[in-house]
């Protein structure tokens, strides 16, 4: 069972705007920052979202995150075809003194 | 530019152990840290444990404590990853990803292990 906890799915239909959300604890996602990463199929994570809201580099600012108080958001307007991927959200736990993820959110467009 | 290769597929016998290589290319190695994630066939992401490059501190995740030893050779600019006592929930893909000390910016391509007797 996850530490964070994700709904398994979510869709769309190209150009919507969808949102995923991330609940934790006080001891992770409370007190830490939350990370946001994409999986396409067969590849390895992909960074989208770091220290709760800011973007890397080349990240579209069609996605977006936020946190308040134990939960996180990632939202993704403008949805397209290729946002189809599984996204993860991450904080550090303060009690496991440990990086957890949340049990991933399958991304469907419609 | 900058690049993690990581060692090929292994296919490993139950209780024994196996080691995974990370090596970077187009950094200075020593400048940063490494984590390692692993991914159980259709399962979330794991965090095992990272590495400091420069120093070769370590820090393990409670569930893998006593059964993963992360490693590093500079000369090599090469970080290892090595997991003992395999039992068949260990079959997973392995992933290095360096840390830029604000995120992890690049992943590697992932590494199958495969635990069967």
């Known amino acids: 069972q996850s530490v964070l906890t994700q709904p398994p799915s979510a869709s769309g239909t190209p150009g919507q705007r969808v949102t995923i959300s991330c609940s934790g604890s006080s001891s992770n996602i409370g007190s830490n920052y939350v990370y946001w990463y994409q999986q396409l199929p067969g590849t390895a994570p992909k960074l989208l979202i770091y220290?709760?809201?800011q973007r890397p580099s080349g990240v579209p600012d069609r996605f977006s995150g936020s946190k308040s108080g134990t939960s996180a958001s990632l939202a993704i307007s403008g949805l397209r075809s290729e946002d189809e991927a599984d996204y993860y959200c991450a904080a550090w736990d303060d009690s496991l003194s440990g990086r957890v993820f949340g049990g991933g959110t399958k991304l469907t467009v419609l | 530019q900058v690049q993690l290769v990581q060692s090929g597929a292994e296919v490993r016998k139950p209780g024994t152990s196996v080691k995974v290589s990370c090596k970077a290319s187009?950094?200075?190695?020593?400048?940063?840290?490494m984590h390692w994630v692993r991914q159980a066939p259709g399962q979330r992401l794991e965090w095992m444990g990272w590495i400091n490059a420069g120093d070769g501190n370590t820090k393990h995740s409670q569930k893998f404590q006593g059964r993963v030893a992360i490693t590093r050779d500079t000369s090599a600019s090469t970080a290892y990853m090595e997991l003992s006592s395999l039992t068949s929930e260990d079959t997973a893909i392995y992933y290095c990803?360096?840390?830029?000390?604000?995120?992890?910016?690049?992943w590697g391509q992932g590494t199958l292990v495969t635990v069967s007797s």
């Open positions: 187009g950094y200075t190695f020593t400048t940063y840290s």
């Open positions: 220290r709760s809201n």
């Open positions: 990803a360096r840390d830029n000390g604000v995120y992890d910016d690049y």
